[in-house]
């Protein structure tokens, strides 16, 4: 339980206020969220004025809380299927999303292409990732005080062991995500990382540590008019 509080805070005063700046105005656009979870943040969108909101979920479980979400959205559809598997349909979309589910998947250069083709000319593709600093060697368990950046230009597969059980996912360099945008196509416009604000957060200690390594890398690329 600690651990799921951590994560959680984590998520709302790292990456959510830097994804909430990247995507800016939303209005009357049509989106796309690849790993959407419970659609939580997906209502909060519709809600902000996005035209059509469409997320896509792997995990039974999630797809029916995002139905629960959505519920009330009739411009609001979650589609159960895995992100490398989804329909993409050409130049449906004026932005694409996805939020810490890019590094589970294994070819991001086939996903990259994919959604390329989904983007209407000049939409945008906005992502967070997991920072390679963080999976490059991962601590099994615990709260970590020190962290040890290892085998970082070793790509590939990781564990990592969380609430009891093994998570699988991709350890990429900061480089291999920005060369597998430009490759599919994008105009990689804008790089982030998720220093602290220290608005963000009530507690001094947690705002020094989260100061010590960034966390999560955001993403930005944008299809050619």
């Not at 709302?12 to 939303?26: A, F, H, N, R, Y």
């Not at 589910?101 to 000049?122: G, M, N, W």
């Amino acid at each position: 339980m600690l651990r799921r509080q951590w994560q959680e805070n984590a998520n709302d005063t790292l990456e959510k206020p830097v994804i909430s700046q990247l995507l800016g105005d939303i209005s009357d656009q049509h989106i796309l969220d690849l790993g959407c979870g419970d659609a939580g943040y997906g209502a909060e969108l519709l809600d902000k004025g996005c035209s059509t909101y469409v997320g896509i979920e792997g995990s039974r479980n999630m797809v029916e809380a995002a139905s629960s979400s959505l519920a009330a959205y009739s411009n609001g559809t979650v589609v159960h299927t895995m992100i490398e598997d989804y329909t993409y349909p050409p130049d449906a979309y004026d932005l694409v999303l996805s939020r810490l589910a890019i590094h589970y998947l294994q070819d991001i250069e086939h996903v990259f292409r994919c959604i390329h083709q989904t983007l209407k000319p000049s939409g945008r593709l906005i992502f967070s990732v997991e920072h390679p600093v963080i999976t490059s060697t991962l601590q099994p368990s615990g709260t970590r005080t020190n962290w040890v950046v290892d085998h970082y230009f070793n790509e590939g597969y990781r564990e990592q062991q969380w609430l009891g059980g093994t998570v699988h996912k991709y350890h990429r360099t900061v480089e291999a995500y920005f060369r597998a945008m430009q490759k599919a196509g994008f105009i990689v416009e804008q790089l982030r990382e998720s220093k602290p604000v220290r608005e963000h957060f009530t507690n001094d200690e947690t705002y020094e540590r989260r100061l010590r390594i960034p966390l999560f890398l955001f993403l930005v690329g944008r299809k050619n008019a």
